[in-house]
């Protein structure tokens, strides 16, 4: 039944979603890349939501909670902040620039080798590290609620392979062959689908606890476990609450404003107005997201009794335990369409950024469209198989959340301060931005992989050697060793700032950078952006001091 289940609402997802684009244009580059720049605002929320709420989220969220509890939060919480300045901010200069892709801006205010550096640190970071999270988290959590080493009898790792190469090829045929039209249509039909499975896995899990009884559930989830309801995460938790003020909302700036993979949606949008509301009705149903990627992590540690090997198995166990079996096939088939629309929005992206910025600036200048599309499958296709080579590795990388936000680090935020830079300055020139681009990534790589291991090594050893045993206070120590990465982002980012500003005062541009309104989408901005973005704020403060 789980199986029938499963196979009949991915079809249906499938067949929706080809009647819906097979009549639009997609051998234009517009079309293929932009949808044809028609997303309506219930079309770019939806996709924004899929896109972002897929298993890393999903599976790695909660596996976060179910080790460290309500604090976790914040990755869910902020990002409905950062998609307000998104829509107040940045999506006006985009839409009015035409820009395909957010490097395509740092060409007009740098130059080409700018662009091109930047498109390559994104590729980089796509084939590293985001497809095969995301291709390893989503054949956990597929592997984990269909029991695939008992149906199959195969051991856990041969499992993981098989779903790896089953979600890259399904992904790929929809990513690289149906654009971004047809994932944006797919995504919005399973972005319903995951809201109500997503919200049915709490209902019932709390009503397991609670003997049928949901309120009775809760009561019992937070008294038994008071330790794991804190908003404001401590030093040895993943996010320690001061994070958020440094490093933190960096990152959900880069995300949200500045990643190819999510605001390309946005970029899609027929006007601005669409593009604001879709941004702002992503960022409130964002503020329920902790009931969906962190409330079930808090359940099945309760429900466990944190006994698991991985809290990255806590949601698919909890998901076997909970659900009815047909439901666990709806579910399983939902999620599978978020894991698609992850990898999909990542693999569009980078046909994008390799077909405009790569294949037509350097290596056939003259191509017309088709031929861009064309290579830009193609590449893609390269892409796609190099991530499920490296996918399964990732089993041996510890905490699957903490692992990808980290590692993001080397190229999210030398790319977020040359473009903060590029739009709040008119005069710093692009030798600026290079030297940003290199310095930002290899002080990154330097800190995180060479100055703290050595310098957490160091405090342990001597902790060790002076008589300290207990796990707890160990855990402080190396939490102390060294600043915790969110704020080494912070640092690097200032730092990165302040270096092209003395670039920029030392050898300026010759002349002001001006940007210059294309008129290919109409930019009169919606009337109650503030009004809604102001009141989403205030919501999400008041969620921060009602748990704190």
């Known amino acids: 039944m789980q199986i029938i289940t ?93 820009l395909t892709t957010v490097p395509g801006f740092l060409a007009k205010r740098f130059d080409v080798t700018t662009k091109t550096l930047t498109s390559v640190l994104f590729l980089s970071g796509y084939v590293v590290v985001l497809l095969p999270v995301i291709l390893y988290s989503g054949s956990l959590a597929i592997s984990g609620m269909f029991d695939i080493p008992t149906l199959l009898g195969v051991t856990h790792t041969q499992s993981i392979w098989i779903c790896v190469w089953g979600i890259g090829i399904i992904g790929s045929i929809y990513a690289v062959f149906g654009g971004l039209k047809a994932v944006a249509v797919s995504d919005s039909i399973n972005a319903i689908g995951l809201l109500i499975g997503g919200i049915l896995i709490p209902i019932f899990g709390l009503m397991m606890i609670g003997d049928g009884s949901l309120l009775d559930g809760l009561n019992i989830l937070t008294t038994e476990n008071p330790e794991k309801f804190k908003s404001m995460g401590g030093a040895t938790d993943p996010v320690p609450f001061y994070t958020i003020f440094t490093g933190m909302m960096l990152v959900q700036l880069f995300y949200w404003g500045t990643n190819q993979q999510i605001i390309q949606r946005a970029l899609g949008a027929k006007d601005l107005k669409e593009g604001q509301k879709g941004l702002l009705l992503a960022s409130f149903i964002k503020i329920l997201g902790p009931i969906i990627v962190v409330l079930p992590g808090l359940i099945a540690f309760h429900l466990f009794e944190g006994t698991l090997e991985s809290a990255d198995s806590a949601y698919p166990e909890l998901v076997r335990k909970v659900l009815p079996g047909a439901w666990v096939g709806f579910f399983a088939a939902v999620l599978f369409g978020a894991i698609l629309s992850s990898f999909n929005s990542v693999l569009n992206s980078s046909v994008t950024l390799f077909g405009i910025d790569v294949y037509k600036q350097h290596i056939n200048k003259d191509a017309d469209e088709k031929t861009v599309v064309k290579y830009g499958k193609t ?69 995180q992989f060479f100055m703290q291991p050595h310098f957490v090594t160091s405090a342990l050893e001597a902790a060790k050697s002076s008589g300290v045993t207990d796990i707890e206070a160990l855990a402080l120590v190396e939490a102390q060793a060294y600043p915790h990465f969110l704020d080494v982002m912070a640092i690097l980012f200032f730092l990165n700032v302040v270096i092209m500003l003395i670039i920029g005062r030392i050898k300026p541009r010759e002349e002001d950078f001006v940007q210059e309104y294309t008129q290919q989408v109409d930019i009169t901005p919606w009337k109650y952006t503030k009004q809604v973005g102001i009141a989403i704020c205030v919501i999400v403060i008041g969620v921060y001091i009602y748990f704190a």
Request: proline content about 2%; hydrophobic content about 55%; some cysteine.
């Open 6 to 98: 499963f196979l009949g609402f991915t079809i249906f997802v499938a067949v929706i979603a080809y009647l819906k684009t097979r009549n639009t244009e997609e051998e234009s580059s517009d079309g293929y890349f932009l949808g044809g720049r028609s997303l309506t605002a219930g079309v770019i929320a939806g996709s924004l939501l899929l896109t972002n709420l897929s298993t890393e989220q999903i599976v790695g969220l909660n596996g976060a909670a179910y080790q460290s509890g309500l604090s976790v939060m914040v990755w869910e919480t902020l990002a409905a902040i950062a998609m307000v300045v998104t829509a107040m901010f940045l999506l006006p200069r985009y839409l009015k620039g035409g």
């Open 379 to 447: 590449f893609g296709v390269i892409l796609a198989i190099a991530a499920m080579f490296i996918a399964p590795l990732i089993a041996n990388a510890g905490s699957l959340f903490d692992y990808l936000q980290e590692i993001n680090g080397i190229y999210s935020i030398p790319i977020f301060s040359i473009i903060i830079v590029g739009y709040l300055t008119k005069r710093v020139p692009a030798i600026a931005a290079k030297i940003g681009l290199v310095s930002g990534c290899l002080l990154y790589i330097i800190s």
